[in-house]
C-alpha cells in the first residue's frame, strides 16, 4: 500500500494550500514494473522498473501551470518544492478566456478489488520458464519472439476542495509471444491478459497457436485482390477499431471542434448498425475497473452507442470547461470500454459456414485514420490472418490492407459472437496505465474494403 | 564531495564489483536531470504549461549472453539496482539460445554538448508565452476556427560509464515547435494546415530556432493562405500519379520505410511482438537494389542542430557518419555493438565491419536499443522545387502528414497529406484536398526520378518516434530534399 510517510507528506502540503486559499491537485503515482523479451529464442531483456511520479497542477483563477516530478520523495521539502515550482507556473501563465473547472475528489474511495501479490511480485524465472516449454513443446524449428509485461501501480489523488483521498491499486500483465517461421516468413502470435498471475496459463498458448500451424505449414500464402470482401474481424482487430470509432468520433471535444466523424450527427442520431452497443463500464471486470478519473471524478457505468444510437459524449475537464458543459470522469488513459455480444456461435468459422469465401482477420496492425471526418481507418493484416471457404480455413493470407470507414464496417455487422473476450490495450510508453477493452471475439461484416495487398506475409 | 560526485563513484565501484563477479559487460547511466517543458496555446488559450523533471540510474549488466537492466529514481538505492540488474541478467540467461556479445571494446572517454545560443530553460516563461502569443495572433483570421501554436524543450544530463572503462558526459538541447490552423471545407468538414520547426544542418539548437522566421515564427501567413485555399478545394481523385514530397512529408517517408526497416534490431527479428520486423534480411547488404540510382542515404549525416546528434550513442560508441544506401544499393544498417556481432556471427561474414553508433535508450529507466540517428536523402543534381515541377506531366505536390500506415515489414504503406497541388504540363494547377497515397516500398523508391538540390534540403525533426518494449519515444532529424516519384497510386478507390 501507500508508503505512509509520503501519503502524510502530500496531505500535509495539501492542507497548507487550502489554509492559503490556492486551488491545487496533486497526484502520486507509483509503479513496480517488470518486462521480459524473447528474441531469437532467447531472452533478450529482463527488466524492472520502480518509478514513483507526482504531478502537482496549480489553478490561479484563469491560470494554470503544471510540475512533474520523477525521483526521490523522502521528505515533505521535496514536495513543497515540486508544489512552489506548479504554483509560479500558474503565476505566469497567461490567463484562459474561460473559467477551467476545479478539480474535486468527490467521494473518499480506496480500491484495489485488482490487485494480485503473486503477479505482483513474480519472479521473472517463471516466465523464462513459460517460454522455454511454449519452445519446447511447439518446436526448436521455429523463431519465437515475445514480451510479457506485468506490474503493479498505484495513484494517489488530493485536491485542495476537500480533504477526500481516492486511492487504486491494482496489477495487470500482457503476454505475447511471436512464432515465425524463418524461411517461408509467416508468423503466428498469442497473448493472453488479466490482472492475476493465475491468469495465465501455457497450455492456451500452445492449443490457440497447435491449430494454426498446420494451416500455415500446409498451404501457401494467398494474396488478396482488392475488393470488397465478407470480413471476420477478431477480438483484437475489434478493439482497435471500436476504440478508434470512440475516440474519433464521441471525444467531446473532437465533436464540438467539428473533427469528428459524429460533428454532423447529434446524440439520438443513428451513426452505427442497429445491432452495435457500446459503453464505457468500469465496473466490467474485463477490463482494468478505474473507479474515479484523474481529476477526481467518480466513474460510472457511461453508454456511448446504444443499438446503433449516438447516446453520449466523453467530456474531459478541460473541454467542458471551454465549452459549458459536464465533465464526464473522462480525464483517464483508463477507460472501460464494452462493446456488447450478439448471439453468434462460439466458434466463426461455424458462423459463416454458409457464407462461401470469408477473410478472418484477427488482428490490425498501425491503424491509422486518414480522414477524420468520414471516419476513414486504414490499417494491413498481419498475425494469424486466413481466408476461410464454407467455414473451412483453407490458407494462410498475405499482409493485406483495409481501407474503410467506421459506419461502413460497423454499419454491415451480420454475426456479432456470443462470447467476450478481454483485449488488452495497454502500451508502456509512459507511466504504467492499464486498460483493457472488452469485446466480442469476433464479428462478420460484410463489404469490407480491401485496397492493398503484398505477395508475402 | 557533491551528491552527483558521490553518486558517480558508487557506480564506479559498484560496476567493478559486477564485472568481477563474471558479467560480461556492464555500463551505467546517470541521468542527473531530464527536464521537458511544453506550452501549448489552443485558440490562445495557454492549455499546456507543464514542466516534467526526471532524474534517476539505469543499469545494464550482460550475463552469459543475456541481457538484466533495473532502473532506481533513487540515488539511496544504487546499491540494490546494479543487484537487481545483476540478477535480472543471471534470471534471463538461463533461456539462451543466441548469446548476445558487446566484443571488444576500449575504453571511451568524451563529452558532448549540443550547440545552444539560448538555452530555452534560461528564457523566462512571461517572454516564451509573449512570442508564443505574437505567433498566434498572426494566425487568426475570420475563416479561421482553430489554432495552435506547439513548443516542447528538453534538456538531458547524462553521465555513462561502463566496465571498459568509458566515461562520457552529454548534455543534450532540443527544441520543437508546431503552428496549425483549422477551418471548415465546403462540405461542412475540417481541414488543417500545419507547420513545424525544421533546421537547416548548421547553426545551434536553442530558443534561437523558435524566433527565426525562416526556421519557425515566419511562416503563419503562409499558412493561413495554404488553409484558405484548401477549404475551397475540390478532393483528390483516385489515379496513378506522379508524387512530389516536400521535406515536410518527405522526412516521415525516409522514416518509416527507409529508417525502420534499417534498424538491425529489427532485421534480425527482435521487434517482431511490438514494431514488427523487415523485409531486408543480412543477404541483402552490398546487393539489394533499394531504389533508383538518384537514392543515397545517410546516417547522422554531421549535422550539428538536431535531436538525432548527440556526441555517443547509449553503447558509448562515437558518432560516425556514414551511408546506409549508396546510388540505390542497400551497404549498411542502424546498428548497436551487440546487434552487429550477432549479425556477423549469424552471417557468417563480416556484414558490418563496426558499429553505427545508434543504440539510444529515451529515459534513465530505459535500455537501449537500434535506433534512427539523423537519417537523410542526400540532396541530387535536379534542380529547385520549381525544375523538379516543371519536368512533371502530371502529378501532385504532397505536405505534412496527416496520417501514416506501414505494413509490419515495412514492405508497403499508406500516407494522407494535409495538402496537395496538382501539376499539370510543368504547371502548378490547383490546391487538392484529402490527398492520399500508398505504395510498395521498393517498387516505390525504384520510381525515384528526381531529388532536389541543396536548396531544397531541410532537416525535419521528429519527437515521437515509438519503438521498443517497454516501450520508448525517441528524437530523431530527417535532412531530406524535395523529391519525385513516378506511377504512384493516389487517391482512394471508389
Ligand atoms: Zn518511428
Redesign the interface.
Known amino acids: 500500500m501507500l508508503d505512509a510517510n509520503i501519503r502524510k507528506i502530500l496531505m500535509q502540503v495539501r492542507d497548507k494550500a487550502a489554509d492559503e486559499g490556492i486551488q491545487a491537485t496533486l497526484k502520486l503515482h507509483h509503479e513496480k514494473?517488470h518486462?521480459?523479451?524473447?528474441?531469437?529464442?532467447?531472452?533478450?531483456?529482463?527488466?524492472?522498473?520502480?518509478?514513483?511520479r507526482l504531478d502537482i497542477e496549480v489553478t490561479d483563477g484563469r491560470?494554470?501551470?503544471?510540475?512533474?516530478?520523477?525521483?526521490?520523495i523522502?521528505d515533505a521539502d521535496t514536495v513543497q518544492g515540486i508544489f512552489d515550482?506548479a504554483r509560479e507556473?500558474?503565476r505566469?501563465?497567461?490567463p484562459?478566456?474561460?473559467d477551467p473547472i476545479p478539480d474535486k475528489v468527490e467521494v473518499t474511495i480506496n480500491e484495489d478489488s485488482q490487485f494480485d501479490h503473486e503477479l505482483a511480485d513474480i519472479?521473472?524465472?517463471i516466465k523464462?520458464?513459460a517460454?522455454?516449454e511454449i519452445i519446447e513443446r511447439l518446436g526448436?524449428k521455429y523463431?519465437y519472439?515475445?514480451?510479457w509485461?506485468s506490474g503493479s501501480m498505484e495513484v494517489y489523488i488530493l485536491t485542495t476542495a476537500n480533504r477526500n483521498e481516492v486511492c487504486h491499486r491494482g496489477t495487470d500483465q500482457l503476454f505475447?509471444?511471436?512464432l515465425?517461421h524463418t524461411q517461408a516468413k509467416w508468423?503466428l502470435?498469442h497473448n493472453q491478459t488479466g490482472w492475476r498471475a493465475s491468469d495465465f496459463s501455457v497450455e492456451k498458448t500452445i492449443n490457440a497457436l497447435s491449430e494454426l500451424i498446420s494451416v500455415y505449414e500446409e498451404n501457401d500464402g494467398f494474396k488478396v485482390e482488392?475488393g470488397e470482401y465478407t470480413v471476420i474481424f477478431g477480438a483484437s482487430a475489434l478493439s482497435e477499431i471500436i476504440a478508434m470509432a470512440m475516440y474519433t468520433g464521441l471525444s467531446g471535444r473532437g465533436w464540438e471542434?467539428?473533427?469528428s466523424w459524429t460533428?454532423?450527427f447529434k446524440p439520438g442520431d443513428k451513426i452505427l448498425g442497429e445491432n452495435i452497443s457500446v459503453v464505457d463500464d468500469p465496473t466490467n471486470p474485463k477490463t482494468f475497473m478505474f473507479g474515479f478519473d484523474m481529476c477526481g471524478r467518480k466513474r460510472d457505468i457511461f453508454p456511448l452507442i446504444a443499438d446503433g444510437e449516438f447516446m453520449n459524449l466523453m467530456y474531459d475537464s478541460?473541454t467542458a470547461g471551454?465549452y459549458g458543459k459536464k465533465p464526464t470522469g473522462h480525464d483517464t488513459e483508463s477507460p472501460s470500454i464494452v462493446m456488447d455480444t450478439g448471439f453468434g456461435h462460439a466458434d466463426p468459422l461455424e458462423a459463416v459456414i454458409d457464407m462461401g469465401r470469408v477473410l478472418y482477420i484477427p488482428a490490425i496492425?498501425?491503424?491509422?485514420?486518414?480522414?477524420?471526418?468520414?471516419g476513414?481507418f486504414?490499417?494491413?493484416s498481419?498475425f494469424n490472418a486466413v481466408l476461410v471457404e464454407d467455414g473451412k480455413i483453407v490458407s494462410p493470407i498475405f499482409?493485406s490492407?483495409v481501407?474503410d470507414s467506421f459506419q461502413n464496417v460497423l454499419g454491415n455487422v451480420k454475426v456479432i459472437s456470443s462470447v467476450a473476450e478481454s483485449v488488452n490495450e495497454s502500451?508502456?510508453?509512459g507511466r504504467r496505465a492499464p486498460v483493457a477493452m472488452s469485446v466480442p471475439s469476433y464479428i462478420v461484416s460484410e463489404g469490407v474494403?480491401i485496397?492493398?495487398s503484398?505477395d508475402?506475409? | 564531495m557533491t551528491e552527483s560526485m558521490e553518486v558517480k563513484k558508487k557506480i564506479s565501484s559498484n560496476i567493478s564489483r559486477i564485472a568481477s563477479e563474471g558479467a560480461g559487460y556492464v555500463d551505467a547511466r546517470y541521468y542527473l536531470d531530464d527536464s521537458s517543458e511544453t506550452l501549448l496555446l489552443y485558440d490562445g488559450d495557454l492549455e499546456a504549461n507543464d514542466t516534467t523533471v526526471e532524474s534517476g540510474i539505469g543499469v545494464r549488466v550482460l550475463w552469459e549472453g543475456a541481457w538484466g537492466f533495473a532502473a532506481t529514481s533513487d540515488p539511496s538505492c544504487l546499491d540494490a539496482c546494479f543487484e537487481k540488474a545483476a540478477m535480472n541478467a543471471r534470471t534471463a540467461s538461463r533461456l539462451v539460445k543466441v548469446p548476445l556479445s558487446m566484443g571488444a571494446g576500449e575504453a571511451v572517454k568524451g563529452s558532448y554538448a549540443t550547440p545552444v545560443e539560448v538555452d530555452p530553460f534560461s528564457v523566462s516563461l512571461q517572454d516564451k508565452l509573449t512570442f508564443l502569443t505574437r505567433l498566434d495572433n498572426d494566425l487568426k483570421e475570420d475563416f479561421i476556427l482553430k489554432r495552435m501554436v506547439y513548443v516542447n524543450f528538453q534538456r538531458k544530463k547524462v553521465h555513462f560509464q561502463n566496465s571498459e572503462g568509458s566515461e562520457i558526459n552529454k548534455d543534450l538541447v532540443n527544441v520543437f515547435g508546431m503552428i496549425m490552423a483549422m477551418a471548415l471545407d465546403s462540405d461542412g468538414e475540417m481541414q488543417r494546415r500545419s507547420m513545424s520547426l525544421y533546421s537547416t544542418g548548421d547553426g545551434t539548437a536553442g530558443w534561437e530556432m523558435v524566433t527565426n522566421p525562416e526556421l519557425f515564427s515566419g511562416h503563419a501567413a503562409r499558412v493561413r493562405s495554404e488553409l484558405a485555399e484548401l477549404i475551397k478545394a475540390e478532393p483528390l481523385e483516385y489515379g496513378k500519379r506522379s508524387v512530389i514530397l516536400l521535406p515536410g512529408q518527405g522526412h516521415l517517408q525516409v522514416h518509416e520505410t527507409i529508417g525502420h526497416p534499417l534498424e538491425l534490431d529489427r532485421i534480425l527479428g527482435y521487434e517482431l511482438s511490438y514494431a514488427g520486423g523487415s523485409f531486408v534480411d543480412l543477404d541483402s547488404f552490398g546487393k539489394l537494389r533499394y531504389g533508383s540510382d538518384k537514392l543515397s542515404v545517410s546516417s547522422y549525416g554531421s549535422i550539428a542542430n538536431s535531436p538525432g546528434s548527440f556526441g555517443f550513442d547509449d553503447d558509448g560508441t562515437p558518432e560516425r557518419a556514414y551511408r546506409l544506401i549508396d546510388r540505390g544499393i542497400l551497404v549498411n544498417a542502424l546498428t548497436s555493438r551487440a546487434m552487429v556481432n550477432e549479425a556477423n556471427e549469424k552471417a557468417g561474414r563480416e556484414v558490418f565491419q563496426q558499429s553505427g553508433g545508434a543504440a539510444r535508450a529515451t529515459s534513465f529507466y530505459k535500455a537501449p536499443i537500434d535506433r534512427m540517428t539523423n537519417i537523410n536523402i542526400l540532396p541530387g543534381n535536379d534542380g529547385t522545387e520549381d525544375d523538379i515541377i516543371a519536368s512533371t506531366e502530371d502529378g501532385i505536390v504532397v505536405d505534412n502528414p496527416v496520417s501514416w500506415s506501414i505494413g509490419s515489414n515495412r514492405e508497403h504503406f499508406h500516407f494522407g497529406c494535409e495538402i496537395a497541388w496538382e501539376v499539370k504540363n510543368g504547371e502548378k494547377t490547383r490546391v487538392l484536398r484529402n490527398p492520399t497515397y500508398q505504395g510498395h516500398t521498393l517498387e516505390f523508391y525504384g520510381s525515384l526520378s528526381a531529388v532536389g538540390d541543396e536548396s531544397t534540403w531541410k532537416v525535419e525533426l521528429v519527437n515521437n518516434c515509438g519503438k521498443g518494449e517497454p516501450n520508448q519515444v525517441m528524437q530523431i532529424g530527417h535532412g531530406v530534399p524535395v523529391v519525385k516519384f513516378d506511377d504512384v497510386i493516389t487517391g482512394e478507390r471508389k
Open positions: 514494473s518486462l521480459m523479451r524473447i528474441g531469437n529464442n532467447s531472452v533478450s531483456l529482463n527488466t524492472s522498473e520502480n518509478l514513483v491560470k494554470q501551470g503544471s510540475q512533474t516530478y520523477l525521483g526521490a523522502n515550482a507556473k500558474a505566469m501563465a497567461s484562459k478566456t474561460y519472479d521473472p524465472g523464462a520458464e517460454y522455454r526448436e523463431n519472439s515475445g514480451s509485461s505475447t509471444v511471436v515465425k508468423e502470435t482488392p471542434e467539428k473533427q460533428a454532423k478541460a471551454k496492425h498501425y491503424m491509422n485514420i486518414p480522414n477524420r471526418s468520414k476513414i486504414t490499417g494491413s498481419r499482409s490492407r481501407t502500451n508502456t510508453y474494403k485496397t492493398d503484398a508475402s506475409f
